[in-house]
């Protein structure tokens, strides 16, 4: 099965810019690489997401190795409000839809 | 636009009970997915419906069932409770199954399931 590793946690300071790194080495040529953050006592929220590559949307940036074996996520500007669990994650299709969820990078944010 | 919806908020079973969550998908939103978080953890994908099927499935086992709507609102079913069954349980809506898998999904704010 496809599955994404993730550091634990990272720290960054206020105003500086972040780079979440995820590895999805087992992932096939059709599956696509989002990245939801969750907040605490909330359900996930959606930030970006590609398949071969670079994107840019206005929440962040999203760089896919040539291999696709990794991605990077880019928060240009880290603020306090960015404090959260950022989850790499594959949408598979085999046969049917599914969702993997890696185990979640904690993002601290220093002042 | 209301956005996805989750009821209870939290419910507390013993083990060997039934339970039933219920969730309601964004406007115009067909698909559904079912998600379960334990403490700490990723969530964990448990099944996906569209049209009132399911079209995809984790490693969940048949005690886990789902059933979706004419509205499109959704049910999770778990039978024959376990402990380890207390997580937060989350659904997502999608615009329809190939949008959900190269979009975004909407997440409702979960279900949290104590079994004692």
């Known amino acids: 099965d496809a599955k994404t590793t993730q550091p634990n946690s990272m720290e960054s300071n206020e105003e500086e810019p972040v780079h979440l790194p995820c590895n999805h080495s087992?992932?096939?040529?059709?599956?696509?690489i989002h990245w939801y953050r969750q907040l605490p006592s909330q359900g996930p929220e959606y930030v970006i997401h590609?398949?071969?590559s670079n994107v840019n949307n206005r929440m962040a940036s999203l760089a896919i190795a040539e291999d696709r074996k990794s991605s990077t996520l880019i928060l240009h500007r880290a603020t306090l409000r960015d404090a959260a669990v950022y989850y790499c994650?594959?949408?598979?299709?085999?046969?049917?839809?599914?969702?993997?969820f890696g185990a979640g990078t904690r993002l601290f944010v220093k002042a | 636009e209301t956005g996805v919806t989750q009821s209870p908020t939290h419910l507390i079973k013993t083990r060997g009970q039934q339970v039933t969550l219920r969730c309601s998908s964004q406007?115009?939103?067909?698909?559904v997915s079912w998600y379960q978080q334990a403490l700490g953890q990723g969530p964990q994908f448990i099944f996906q419906?569209?049209?009132?099927?399911?079209?995809g499935r984790g490693n969940f086992p048949p005690r886990f069932s789902g059933l979706q709507f004419p509205n499109y609102s959704s049910e999770l079913n778990v039978n024959a409770l376990e402990l380890d069954d207390s997580a937060l349980y989350l659904c997502?809506?999608?615009?329809?199954?190939?949008?959900?898998?190269?979009?975004?999904?909407?997440f409702g704010p979960g279900t949290r399931l104590t079994v004692l």
């Open positions: 997502a809506s999608s615009l329809d199954p190939s949008s959900g898998y190269y979009n975004e999904q909407f």
């Open positions: 994650i594959l949408r598979v299709f085999t046969g049917g839809f599914k969702t993997i």
């Open positions: 087992t992932i096939s040529g059709t599956d696509y």
């Open positions: 590609g398949l071969t």
């Open positions: 406007s115009g939103h067909n698909t």
């Open positions: 419906y569209y049209r009132e099927e399911e079209n």
